[in-house]
């Protein structure tokens, strides 16, 4: 659990936009997007855990216990389902979109080492992958 805890800055990203696109993001917002450096840092509270994510334009903040699904707003504004899970040092988080909408379901894997998380995310068969350093 140690491991998940902290702060990290993006360093690299791969398919970010195409990923945005495939949940109907539209172009101006995914340009924005694509073009920010965000910070993540995860806190847990007792059995409450806490990712919160500060771009220059915008902070998002998700609270959830494991394995418990919740309502989240997504940073571009879709109502989704979500658990999160963590498996050893990897926190899986499965978002399941409005089906009444044609909304996608996404996933995110994010796997933690002593210096950095790695979050893959998966919409469809679209692979998106972001390296973000331990601060």
Avoid: H
Wanted: hydrophobic share 30%; with cysteine.
């Amino acid at each position: 659990m140690s491991k998940v805890l902290g702060k990290y800055k993006l360093t690299s990203s791969e398919k970010f936009e195409e990923i945005l696109e495939a949940v109907g993001v539209n172009i101006v917002s995914r340009k924005l997007a694509v073009a920010q450096t965000p910070v993540v840092e995860i806190t847990l509270d007792g059995d409450t855990y806490t990712i919160k994510q500060t771009t220059t334009v915008k902070t998002t903040e998700i609270k959830f216990k494991l394995g418990e699904e919740f309502d989240e707003t997504t940073a571009d504004g879709r109502l989704v389902k979500s658990t999160v899970t963590l498996d050893g040092s990897t926190l899986k988080q499965k978002q399941i979109g409005d089906k009444e909408k044609k909304e996608k379901d996404m996933t995110f894997d994010r796997v933690f080492t002593d210096d950095d998380m790695t979050m893959t995310c998966k919409v469809d068969d679209i692979v998106c992958k972001r390296v973000y350093k331990r601060q």
